[in-house]
């Protein structure tokens, strides 16, 4: 006797019901980036409605386009000789603004040109190495890079520095401070170097100086 079979359900005529798809996962490195973009949108709207600046009174030099390019781009450093670097006292508009110091080369063509550009009061620095005068204040008899014979008196600017009585120590901390204060101004940066001709041991030793001043109303780095 055959097996009686279940029986079967007629065929439904109406339309089936779409499946629910599963929720796509939000694009998180997309909202992360939206989020972060109006933060600083935000935060800069709020510095320049309360501080009257884009950067809460940042100033520094990641502010200067120039120095963000340099950083990002660098350029190849100068070698300069001194008849090179003379050329660069601001007579020429062809010519970048430079001054040296103790063989360090500096471009501050961006904001130093009432300084040191013609008609400054520090315009004696521009187109040469001048580290003596940046350490004795003495802008007349000084204006070279022959560093020899320093004397405790001849510490004109370096009033910060420690180890009074060691002018050596002294001379390395204040051209070092110096390089510093340059190398990390907003808008000042080095390009290079300028090579010097040997200075002859035999030539006199510039002679001490008591009428140092300070330099350009620029503080030295440290201070």
Known sequence: ??????????????????????????????????????ALLTSVALSRALTQTWTWGYEGKWTNPKKIMELVLPSRPLVLSEQQLAFHDGTNPRYPLYIALDGDVFDVSDGGMGNYGPGGAYHVFAGRDAARAF??????????????????????????????????????????NWKSFYAKHPKYHKVGTVIHRPIDPSSPIPAPCNQGKDQPGEKVAGN
């Open 1 to 38: 006797m055959a097996e009686p079979t279940p029986p079967t359900r007629a065929a439904s005529t109406a339309p089936s019901k779409p499946r629910p798809q599963p929720m796509k996962k939000a694009n998180k490195p997309f909202l992360a980036i939206k989020w972060t973009v109006l």
């Open 135 to 176: 350490v004795t204040g003495c802008f007349q008899d000084h204006l070279t890079h022959d560093l020899r014979g320093f004397t405790e008196k001849d510490m004109k600017v370096s009033l910060a520095l420690l180890d009074p009585g060691l002018a050596d120590l002294r001379l390395v901390q204040t051209l070092n």
